[in-house]
């Protein structure tokens, strides 16, 4: 299991650095890059689901351990999964707002005042899409920094809860090593209060029998 773990979260630095790539590539090798970072998403989520029955069988002690660390994983690839899905709407945004600009340079103007008009009112109308369509990439944005945010508040929690469950085992571990102590201190208390008991009744039967 533990090898399979480190190869999914190697997995998931590589899919964070094509990330950064898909960021700063050009048009034509972004596709390329998207269909690789989709592909690796979704092997990594197979792999996360075979941890998972992997943890499920691990002893008692190690359990909740390799739990943790599977659900980190989970969480992992919901953070990638949307991180990638963010990219691809900022791009289709991009893409749309640039064949609007081409569309509208390519609109041929005449002197006529009517079909100068004419032309303004369509200009007019692609400005106002152009506005909408940043004003809805500005919401998409917000909406995926809300996701991230809550996705980091998720991962610190279960970082503290596997720090309790760590402190708690330790704990755990001290205090039966306590009482063992304390049993075995009981049981010589017991052994010397017979020895005592014994030496004392033979003293007094000594006693009793020659100096009386």
Known sequence: MDHLYHQT??????????????????????????????EQIDDMSIRTERLDVLARKEPPSHKQKAKLRVQ??????????????????????REQREREREELLKKPFSTNDADTAIAMDEALQVNTSLH?????????????RGILDGLRDQRQTLKGARTKLLDLANTLGLSNTVMRLV??????????????????????????????
């Open 9 to 38: 979260n190697k997995q998931v630095h590589e899919i964070q650095a094509k990330m950064c790539q898909l960021e700063k590539a050009d048009p034509n090798s972004v596709h390329l890059i998207e269909n690789e970072i989709r």
């Open 72 to 93: 980190q994983l989970q969480y992992d690839v919901m953070h990638l999964r949307a991180a990638l899905q963010a990219c691809q709407q900022r791009r289709e945004q």
């Open 132 to 144: 909408n369509a940043h004003h809805g990439l500005d919401e998409l944005l917000g909406s995926g």
């Open 183 to 212: 049993e075995r201190r009981g049981g010589q208390d017991r052994v010397i209060l017979v020895v005592g008991m014994i030496i004392t009744c033979i003293v007094m039967v000594l006693v009793i029998k020659y100096l009386t």
